[in-house]
């Protein structure tokens, strides 16, 4: 016990708080039972060490974090942990990594219902299901996800500037202003192509030339490590996964022929369907849908994406399809808070009223002569007119 309070103690410490990531703010702090869930190195171990740093004084023992892949935990439980946390005068345990602890949500579970006067907040995989645990936490639990960086916050954490976020409506009405106040401060195309290759993930900071090498790493692990730690899955199909992940790299935006895609790795269609979703879940790919009703683990998507940016640049370097990238992008932001489904007329539909067509400067409106609501998201722009948008306005939504 006291080893763990030595390393929560020494990593509060020597965390920052000039940078928070957005999710900070909306979460309800007050509640017992918190989730976060997210990729690898989107920072939501920062997020909880911020939030002990900046509520609780210096070598509190009113606030504990601890990593349950610790090797503390290979001799002791988690319910020993809360018990003597509390006996302590613990108000507030932060629990990392809980995929990687065998029992975690029922002795979450037994945690929450024992000691009613002490909160839990835990993080988890983005593959990581709540509802699917031993114990089902979902009525219990306030759950949030914490997606990549967006183009705002890189801005902040690259170069110090803040920029206040905007919602569709402010983007539709006000994008000239917008874009107007923020080019008083930074060039953004500039910004915006080094986002596009490196910026999605906070830990780009720590080597930018590594990073792409980094990032795929880090997809093998998460693929490696935490898909097994959270799904029942053989290597085998782990294999399948990363082969069909190298497949559609080449392809995206892919319209899917299941039958194609299956024989060529010599699958089933379920575990064709089923690779896809985790493959999403992961992070690493998005899928688009007709309709807006989360993730369907066996429904064939209308089409497929990488999951950000920085993968077509970490896999096709100086090849990297730009049209792809645009796409990419606006999807990749704009999921965050609107509901983004697929159409054969145009690239996206937003919320299921917007349609949206990406493409560069020179991009007509040819495409949108019928459509209703229609818009232009164009790159290699600093400031837009009538129904054309800067692209890169779309990643200051949040």
Request: glycine share 6%.
């Given at each position: 016990?006291?080893?763990?309070?030595?390393?929560?103690?020494?990593?509060?410490?020597?965390?920052?708080?000039?940078?928070?990531?957005?999710?900070?703010?909306?979460?309800?702090?007050?509640?017992?039972?918190?989730?976060?869930?997210?990729?690898?190195?989107?920072?939501?171990?920062?997020?909880?060490?911020?939030?002990?740093?900046?509520?609780?004084?210096?070598?509190?023992?009113?606030?504990?974090?601890?990593?349950?892949?610790?090797?503390?935990?290979?001799?002791?439980?988690?319910?020993?942990?809360?018990?003597?946390?509390?006996?302590?005068?613990?108000?507030?345990?932060?629990?990392?990594?809980?995929?990687?602890?065998?029992?975690?949500?029922?002795?979450?579970?037994?945690?929450?219902?024992?000691?009613?006067?002490?909160?839990?907040?835990?993080?988890?995989?983005?593959?990581?299901?709540?509802?699917?645990?031993?114990?089902?936490?979902?009525?219990?639990?306030?759950?949030?996800?914490?997606?990549?960086?967006?183009?705002?916050?890189?801005?902040?954490?690259?170069?110090?500037?803040?920029?206040?976020?905007?919602?569709?409506?402010?983007?539709?009405?006000?994008?000239?202003?917008?874009?107007?106040?923020?080019?008083?401060?930074?060039?953004?195309?500039?910004?915006?192509?080094?986002?596009?290759?490196?910026?999605?993930?906070?830990?780009?900071?720590?080597?930018?030339?590594?990073?792409?090498?980094?990032?795929?790493?880090?997809?093998?692990?998460?693929?490696?490590?935490?898909?097994?730690?959270?799904?029942?899955?053989?290597?085998?199909?782990?294999?399948?996964?990363?082969?069909?992940?190298?497949?559609?790299?080449?392809?995206?935006?892919?319209?899917?022929?299941?039958?194609?895609?299956?024989?060529?790795?010599?699958?089933?269609?379920?575990?064709?369907?089923?690779?896809?979703?985790?493959?999403?879940?992961?992070?690493?790919?998005?899928?688009l849908d007709k309709e807006a009703s989360g993730i369907k683990q066996l429904a064939k998507?209308?089409?497929?994406?990488?999951?950000?940016?920085?993968?077509?640049y970490a896999l096709g370097g100086d090849k990297t399809d730009i049209g792809n990238v645009?796409?990419?992008?606006?999807?990749?932001?704009?999921?965050?808070?609107?509901?983004?489904?697929?159409?054969?007329?145009?690239?996206?539909?937003?919320?299921?009223?917007?349609?949206?067509?990406?493409?560069?400067?020179?991009?007509?409106?040819?495409?949108?002569?019928?459509?209703?609501?229609?818009?232009?998201?164009?790159?290699?722009?600093?400031?837009?007119?009538?129904?054309?948008?800067?692209?890169?306005?779309?990643?200051?939504?949040?």
């Amino acid at each position: 016990m006291k080893q763990l309070f030595a390393t929560s103690y020494q990593l509060i410490e020597r965390t920052s708080t000039e940078f928070v990531r957005y999710l900070y703010n909306e979460i309800r702090w007050g509640n017992r039972l918190i989730a976060i869930t997210g990729a690898r190195g989107s920072g939501k171990t920062t997020l909880m060490l911020q939030y002990i740093k900046e509520h609780y004084t210096a070598y509190s023992n009113e606030a504990l974090y601890a990593s349950l892949d610790n090797i503390w935990f290979f001799r002791h439980s988690l319910l020993e942990l809360a018990d003597e946390f509390h006996k302590m005068g613990g108000k507030i345990l932060f629990l990392d990594e809980v995929h990687k602890y065998p029992t975690w949500s029922v002795e979450i579970k037994n945690i929450y219902d024992s000691y009613p006067d002490m909160k839990v907040v835990f993080t988890g995989s983005s593959l990581l299901e709540i509802h699917k645990g031993e114990a089902d936490l979902s009525r219990r639990a306030a759950i949030y996800h914490l997606h990549g960086l967006s183009f705002r916050e890189f801005l902040m954490f690259e170069y110090g500037h803040k920029v206040e976020t905007v919602t569709l409506s402010d983007i539709l009405t006000r994008h000239v202003e917008i874009a107007m106040n923020v080019g008083k401060v930074i060039k953004p195309l500039v910004a915006f192509k080094e986002y596009l290759s490196y910026g999605y993930y906070p830990f780009y900071k720590e080597d930018k030339v590594l990073y792409h090498e980094k990032l795929l790493a880090t997809l093998n692990i998460i693929l490696d490590v935490d898909l097994p730690s959270t799904e029942k899955i053989d290597y085998y199909s782990i294999g399948k996964m990363k082969k069909l992940f190298a497949i559609l790299a080449e392809l995206v935006p892919y319209i899917p022929n299941v039958s194609a895609l299956s024989k060529e790795l010599e699958v089933t269609r379920i575990s064709l369907l089923n690779y896809l979703f985790y493959l999403q879940k992961a992070q690493g790919l998005l899928l688009l849908d007709k309709e807006a009703s989360g993730i369907k683990q066996l429904a064939k998507p209308e089409k497929i994406y990488l999951g950000n940016t920085n993968y077509a640049y970490a896999l096709g370097g100086d090849k990297t399809d730009i049209g792809n990238v645009r796409e990419t992008f606006f999807f990749n932001q704009t999921r965050v808070r609107h509901a983004v489904t697929y159409s054969p007329k145009v690239d996206f539909i937003l919320d299921g009223t917007y349609s949206f067509e990406i493409g560069g400067k020179n991009k007509t409106k040819e495409q949108l002569r019928e459509v209703p609501n229609g818009y232009l998201a164009l790159d290699n722009i600093e400031v837009g007119y009538g129904n054309q948008i800067p692209l890169w306005i779309f990643g200051l939504m949040y």
